[in-house]
């Protein structure tokens, strides 16, 4: 499986902290997109980084890859009650060689719980 | 952004019958996904398309056809439904020429019951 693995499953923490969620996969990607999920809701894209982007940044966001290691992380800064919701990580590859199609393969999600 | 209605929105169905979801967007988007959400599974493609009358299958797309007749509309059918295919299924676009150069937008989603 191209999967995504979110670690970790889920995150209790206070408003103000900052929250860490990570992502590991296993083969090599066109990009990793982060996405926000409220509960009852769709997906809301989040931030893209490229495979050959390390770290972006937006507003409280800030992503990190690591292709060497296959890995991600998602730090949310100052993190507020609105946060709360499940995070997922998503890779991007391509399908053929021509690189017309492409499959993006989601993780099973961090639940991120920030109390008042 | 562009406009992508789901519809139904729920829809409780028998097991046996067919069961068509459909996905509409109101601009000419080239790629469109179907997807479904299960617990402990995330969330995992059917069936995509990257242009009218061009469809795909995806991880799970057994007992799922799709059909994309005009660039707007992304149907997904489910042939004979099953208690299995209880779920909610997410529509997505790329509004990127290309999915390499941004993010997905999904829909509202659609809570099928198969009883």
């Known amino acids: 499986s191209q999967q995504g693995e979110e670690d970790p499953q889920a995150l209790s923490i206070q408003e103000g902290e900052n929250a860490t969620m990570n992502c590991s996969y296993k083969?090599?990607?066109?990009?990793l997109q982060w996405y926000r999920q409220n509960s009852g809701r769709g997906l809301v894209h989040l931030i893209l980084?490229?495979?050959?982007?390390r770290e972006k940044h937006s507003g409280r966001l800030r992503v990190t890859l690591d292709t060497s290691k296959k890995s991600s992380s998602l730090l949310i800064t100052a993190s507020r009650a609105a946060d709360t919701a499940s995070y997922f990580c998503?890779?991007?590859?391509?399908?053929?060689?021509?690189?017309?199609?492409?499959?993006?393969?989601f993780g099973k999600g961090t639940l991120l719980t920030v109390n008042p | 952004d562009a406009g992508i209605t789901q519809s139904p929105r729920h829809k409780v169905t028998e097991t046996g019958t067919p069961v068509t979801l459909r996905c509409h967007q109101t601009?000419?988007?080239?790629?469109m996904y179907w997807y479904r959400q299960d617990p402990g599974h995330g969330l995992r493609l059917i069936h995509y398309?990257?242009?009218?009358?061009?469809?795909d299958k995806g991880e799970v797309s057994d007992g799922y056809s799709v059909s994309r007749s005009k660039t707007e509309d992304f149907l997904l059918t489910l042939e004979s439904a099953t208690s299995s295919q209880t779920s909610v299924y997410f529509c997505?676009?790329?509004?990127?020429?290309?999915?390499?150069?941004?993010?997905?937008?999904f829909g509202s989603g659609t809570r099928l019951t198969v009883v």
């Open positions: 997505a676009i790329s509004e990127s020429l290309s999915p390499r150069w941004g993010g997905y937008t």
């Open positions: 083969t090599s990607i066109n990009n």
């Open positions: 980084i490229r495979s050959n982007e």
């Open positions: 998503a890779t991007l590859y391509s399908l053929n060689s021509g690189g017309s199609n492409y499959k993006l393969t």
């Open positions: 601009e000419n988007h080239r790629y």
């Open positions: 398309s990257y242009g009218v009358k061009d469809t």
